[in-house]
């Protein structure tokens, strides 16, 4: 791990494997049912998307890139994805920029970050994956960082450069991926997880001048936690508070945390620590490990510096747990709305969707102040297909033990339930009632100045199949599929076992952002 010479080969032509992606995408397009397909959150035009990647302004467009298999709806060969927007509100469908070509990612284009350099040029760095075998997972893969670059401005085509971080497999236990690059103190770093060779997960740090030949540097971070064995999608990035004062913020997706309590409730859990960090040296956290979201459906979230300054962040509402009913449907998965990182006076990360989203609100409903009698119920929209509502509780004047709104309500009594949980003192995403797909339940917690506080507010935003929940301007969140049965989907304020007593509530519908066609 002394340092390493890239191949550095310019690969210009893997025209004949994006065209192959391309009528993969476009057989499966034909098939697809748009019945919960996402009118305001980016999904793949056909087959299955995971993970965002190479998040980035540049030229004055915004571009999304996200991890996509275009020959079916489960998880598959990689390839990357693209959309681009001029005002994050109407978004075009791009060519497929990246599909396997090379030896070194021959079984998938797994996920990484874009950056400009000093040159004023941006640059991909993503991983390569191969299997260890040749052939199949079950003796570990053999992944390396890659680097490639944009061949026009508004990043249609790419030349692959080759792999610029060799894995040292001695070292690592078959995981070694997802790039992200940045500059601290004049010089350039690249984080990436890693499961060590005793199944730890970690953080390595590698620096370059040029950045192109990288060295590595140390181990950033291992999460103390032994049942941790890989740290998935890590990011990395200071923030400041109000009073100008600079902490740093470690992200990664933990694989192999055990539910405990309301924590780690899914498959592998994404959520970050805050500390400090003196450039090349540890990260030193000074928090626990806390959730991005709260939901159901959140993993693997990729953030970004905006040329304004703001830390915006995309996730991907990942559908791990089966029953998955739009796997029949020709597409699988979406992004969630783009986020604003800040960190808030209570010293704690809060996510927010970004100012821009305001743009999509094309009619307004102010139901302004209603009280509900005791399991009381009405409704807001009969219905509501892709809808914002914000909403704000009097917790004083409100004695319901569950209380807020049904969304996907359906004639056959399905349903999704968005709620205050007077019993848990947490808001809950709450599937019990759904007819489809996965159940259960997910509530987000709230501080004790919180619950103290007269009024909760909530942002809810209800798409074709999905839920997402901001609490008190994203103290927290929470991210859910929810698929609805045939029929009108009606929106209900309702009050369980008390009173409720709204002090405002707005219901926007939503426009489309352009790639349902």
Known sequence: MTGFTPVYTPIHDHAEELAKAEAGVAKL???RNDRWYPKFHIASDGGWINDPNGLTFYKGRWHVFYQLHPYGTQWGSCHWGHVSSEDMLTWRREPIAFAPSLEQEKDGVFSGSAIVGDDGKLRFYYTGHRWANGHDGSDGEWQVQMLAEPNDDNLTTVTKRGMVVDCPREKVWSHFRDPKVFKADGTWYMVFGVSSADKRGQMWLYTSEDMVEWTFKRVLFQHPDPDVFMLECPDFFPVTDKDGNEKWVIGFSAM???ARGFMNRNVNNAGYMIGTWVPGEEFKPETEFRLWDCGHNFYAP???TAPDGRQIMYGWLSPFVQPIPMEQDGWCGNLTLPREITLGDDGDIHTAPVAEMA??????????EITLGVNGEQVISDDAEAVEIEMTIDLKGSTAERAGL?????????YTSVAYDDQIGRVVIDRAA???GDRGYRAAPLSPAELAADELKLRVYVDRGCVEVYVNDGSQALSSYSFPTAGPRAVKLVAESGTLHVT???LHHMKSLGLEG
């Open 434 to 436: 759904n007819a489809l």
């Open 504 to 506: 405002s509530l707005k």
């Open 256 to 258: 192999g945390s055990k």
């Open 302 to 304: 990729q953030s970004f």
């Open 29 to 31: 397009r034909a098939e």
């Open 359 to 368: 743009g999509l609100r094309e009619q307004t409903f102010d139901h302004g």
């Open 406 to 414: 049904r969304v996907h309500a359906t004639p056959d009594g399905s």
